[in-house]
């Protein structure tokens, strides 16, 4: 399984960005699909889950600002991150889990104030 992100750049504060997740194979295969983040210094830590069946968990930090959806059509993952803070400047990672867990690349964000 190949997961490739996209999506980041440089934003200014209150802005939004939509990163993307290309899979190799069917989205709607795995048990869970997640969006992680690293921000600088820190430990790599989970922002966002969606199911196979579709439901979705968003972290307390990033409620209310960040939503997670999944296009299986396209296999494609999806990270809609609105009203951007300069706490959010992080590199995000798409991973997808069935029997095993797959990691895409990453794609850095920074978000200026």
């Known amino acids: 399984v190949q997961l490739q992100a996209s999506g980041g750049g440089l934003v200014q504060a209150g802005g939004s960005l939509r990163l993307s997740c290309a899979a190799s194979e069917s989205t709607a295969r795995f048990t869970f699909m997640n969006w992680y983040r690293r921000a600088p210094g820190k430990e790599r830590e989970l922002v966002a889950t969606i199911t196979r069946i579709g439901s979705t968990h968003v972290e307390e930090s990033w409620k209310g600002r960040f939503t997670i959806s999944r296009e299986d059509a396209r296999n494609e993952l999806y990270l809609q991150m609105n009203n951007l803070k300069p706490e959010d400047t992080a590199v995000y990672y798409c991973?997808?889990?069935?029997?095993?867990?797959?990691w895409g690349q990453g794609t850095l964000v920074t978000v200026s104030s």
């Open positions: 991973n997808a889990v069935l029997k095993e867990s797959y």
